[in-house]
């Protein structure tokens, strides 16, 4: 069984991550699914808030974690950097 990777190599890993926007319209099952899909294809997602949802991100960001039943590596102003380990 392969350990966790380190934040720095998530961190590396998601520079070159397709970045998923949240906006307005919020989070809703499709964003979800696309969610679960990057990260059963990479492990790694970034997700973007869109600056007039600033006050939600946080509510969001649990909302996600726990649908997706994945991690948060790293929270910095309106980017947040995922990681679910492959089975």
Do not use: W, Y
């Amino acid at each position: 069984m392969s350990s966790i990777p380190s934040k720095k190599d998530i961190m590396n890993r998601s520079l070159s991550t397709i970045t998923i926007s949240i906006g307005k319209s919020g989070i809703g099952e499709s964003v979800i699914a696309e969610i679960k899909r990057q990260l059963k294809d990479r492990e790694v997602v970034k997700i973007r808030f869109s600056k007039s949802i600033s006050t939600e991100k946080k509510d969001h960001i649990n909302e996600i974690i726990e649908k997706t039943n994945s991690k948060l590596v790293d929270f910095r102003g309106n980017v947040a950097v995922l990681f679910k380990k492959k089975r």
